[in-house]
């Protein structure tokens, strides 16, 4: 005889164990939390979900659990009155998931108890269809591109390297994007600046880019900086963003920056080009900072600008691209970053290569200390223009 739906519940409910709301309020506030999965349908996740609930709806649980849960993790499975969870929890089980639970009385005695819910924010339909390609992914999916819409990325210049970067991050819709750039559009910056064009020559680099920007991706806010970043304006601009992306093209720029970030803990992409070799890195709060990697600038005669040695137009594409991608990843806090790596391009060979970078001993930089004012140096093989 064929079990009927009482039969598969009694004995989910025989193998899984229940939670009660006050229980797990207690245990959400622990140094290590268990993951929340609401296996609602997504119009009723949207309405309201546990603080920090990652939806999995009870339809697709089978195809989805393995690419988007991990079997050694701490599941609680909540639905609105705690049936369809159950049934769910019994699910994981069978599927190898050994510490799963399930609330009891789901969503709604969560809430009849006063516990915390919050909104998550809801693609519109237009949303929906521009970040499809995104949504199909499970490392980023709906929640994923939330994250992204809340994010914002401060951009140093919008050269070579901000403008890949930041044509990339608008398209992928990061919510507030900042560029940072007192120079204005001139004929020569076109052979690798694609973020400009020549209608725009003597505009403030800034106003272009946010142009470019909002004519690719409406939704995303552009923040122009007309400013040159100095001592005493780089701690309000690093203080107001999540991360920072250096496309600068001095020395003395990606010192301020770096020590910047570092007061601020805020994770900074670093990208340098020159003439057909690229190089690309993440410094995080913790990791090593721009000061282990290059604890002084070198001498002017072994540092010639791009403008002396030239720089193949493509090359600072890859590298932007490189460091968008690093961005979007650590706001959306999935793969591994660059911390503690260089990873170096030769365009000649089609070559990459990556060398690792350690904390140096005693550096101010990573004492939040820095080292007082650098010297001006040209740019060269940390040059991002």
């Known amino acids: 005889m064929a079990d009927t739906s009482s039969d598969l519940l009694a004995r989910a409910r025989a193998a899984v164990r229940e939670v009660t709301a006050s229980a797990l309020r207690g245990e959400l506030t622990s140094p290590t939390p268990p993951r929340l999965v609401d296996v609602r349908e997504g119009e009723e996740f949207s309405a309201g979900c546990l603080p920090g609930a990652h939806s999995l709806p009870r339809g697709f649980l089978e195809l989805r659990a393995e690419a988007e849960l991990r079997r050694d993790e701490r599941l609680v499975v909540y639905c609105a009155g ?11 089980q069978q599927l190898g998931y050994s510490d799963v639970r399930s609330l009891a009385g789901g969503y709604n005695r969560w809430t009849d108890e006063g516990g915390p819910v919050e909104r998550p924010r809801v693609l519109s339909a237009a949303q929906r269809e521009r970040y499809r390609r995104h949504l199909s992914l499970p490392e980023v999916g709906e929640a994923g591109q ?7 990325v401060l951009l140093l210049g919008a050269g070579g390297l901000g403008s890949p970067a930041a044509l990339y991050l608008a398209a992928a819709g990061v919510g507030r994007l900042g560029v940072v750039d007192s120079d204005v559009v001139e004929l020569s910056n076109l052979q690798r600046q694609v973020i400009h064009t020549e209608a725009r020559a003597g505009m403030s680099k800034a106003e272009s880019a946010r142009h470019a920007l909002n004519a690719l991706n409406p939704h995303v806010v552009v923040e122009p900086h007309r400013v040159r970043l100095e001592a005493s304006n780089v701690d309000g601009l690093v203080r107001g963003y999540d991360l920072v992306l250096d496309g600068g093209d001095n020395f003395a720029t990606r010192y301020l920056l770096s020590d ?11 990208g340098s080009v020159f003439r057909f070799e690229g190089q690309v890195t993440t410094f995080l709060p913790d990791g090593p900072c721009y000061r282990c990697l290059y604890p002084a600038p070198p001498p002017p005669e072994l540092s010639p600008s791009c403008a002396e040695a030239g720089v193949l137009g493509v090359l600072p594409g890859v590298v932007g691209l490189l460091q968008a991608t690093e961005a979007l990843k650590l706001l959306l806090g999935t793969g591994e970053p660059l911390s503690g790596r260089l990873l170096l391009y030769d365009a000649l060979s089609t070559a990459f290569r990556t060398l690792r970078v350690g904390r140096a001993e005693g550096c101010p930089g990573c004492a939040g200390t820095g080292a007082g004012p650098v010297p001006e140096a040209p740019a060269c093989a940390v040059a991002g223009r």
Not at 82 to 92: F, N
Not at 146 to 152: D, E, I, R, T
């Open 82 to 92: 705690g049936v369809r969870s159950m049934l769910a929890a019994h699910t994981l």
């Open 146 to 152: 939330a994250k992204l819409a809340a994010g914002s």
């Open 260 to 270: 910047a970030c570092r007061r601020h803990r805020k994770p900074l992409v670093h």
